[in-house]
């Protein structure tokens, strides 16, 4: 697996340290409101759960899916596969998410959850790419931008695989090309 990757960009330690500069940030803002975590799945497991274990203040976790990937290349289309259970009327919401590319995912789930009440929408993302983007949205918090290649791991998938890997790094060309 190792093996078909062609650069490490951010390792478990820098990765670590920005989720500690997130988190400081994020305990500061929420410390008295409770809010309702939606980590987009399956992409934000891995960040949603270091950072998540890093916040000391009193949350619940409400995981979403949604698809506007296949393979290598944007559809465009953002559809909600799985839902929420919980009522975000007047409620805090933070999306976490492993990376913004075109922006089109995080932006059509916050207006999700701006019509439906939600008190805020902020969303923490562990990585942003901002060459890529084609609608204006911006992540409250992300961890480091991104360069335009394809990358994997910490979450990241291509196809279902390497999310597993401890870091993020670029996907060998020859693998998707
Ligand atoms: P957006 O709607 O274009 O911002 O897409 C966000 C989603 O695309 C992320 O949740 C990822 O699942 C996926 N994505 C974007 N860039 C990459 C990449 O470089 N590697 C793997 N998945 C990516
Ligand atoms: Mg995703």
């Not at 409250?140 to 290649?149: E, K, L, V």
């Given at each position: 697996?190792?093996?078909d990757?062609?650069?490490?960009?951010f390792?478990?330690t820098?990765?670590?340290?920005?989720?500690?500069?997130m988190?400081?940030?994020?305990?500061?803002?929420?410390?008295?409101?409770q809010?309702?975590?939606?980590?987009?799945?399956?992409?934000?497991?891995?960040?949603?759960s270091?950072?998540?274990?890093?916040?000391n203040?009193?949350l619940?976790?409400?995981p979403?899916?949604?698809s506007s990937?296949?393979?290598?290349?944007?559809?465009?289309?953002?559809?909600i596969?799985?839902?929420?259970k919980?009522?975000?009327?007047?409620?805090?919401?933070?999306f976490?998410?492993?990376?913004?590319?075109?922006?089109?995912?995080?932006?059509?789930?916050?207006?999700?959850m701006k019509?439906?009440?939600?008190?805020?929408?902020?969303?923490?993302?562990?990585?942003?790419?901002?060459?890529t983007?084609?609608?204006?949205?911006?992540a409250?918090?992300?961890?480091?931008?991104?360069?335009?290649?394809?990358?994997?791991?910490?979450?990241?998938d291509?196809?279902?695989?390497?999310?597993?890997?401890p870091?993020?790094?670029?996907?060998?060309?020859?693998?998707?090309?």
């Open positions: 697996m190792n093996n990757i062609e650069k490490v960009l390792d478990q820098q990765l670590d340290k920005r989720m500690d500069e988190a400081d940030e994020l305990n500061q803002k929420y410390a008295d409101k809010p309702i975590i939606i980590p987009v799945l399956n992409g934000a497991m891995i960040f949603a270091d950072m998540i274990k890093r916040l203040f009193k619940t976790i409400d979403i899916k949604a990937y296949a393979g290598a290349e944007s559809t465009g289309k953002v559809k596969t799985q839902d929420i919980s009522d975000v009327k007047d409620q805090p919401v933070i976490m998410e492993d990376i913004i590319d075109t922006g089109r995912t995080l932006q059509a789930l916050s207006e999700v019509d439906r009440g939600a008190a805020s929408v902020e969303v923490v993302a562990m990585l942003d790419k901002p060459t983007r084609v609608v204006d949205f911006h409250d918090y992300y961890g480091f931008q991104a360069p335009d290649a394809f990358l994997v791991g910490y979450g990241l291509y196809n279902g695989l390497y999310r597993n890997l870091y993020v790094g670029i996907l060998k060309r020859k693998i998707y090309a």
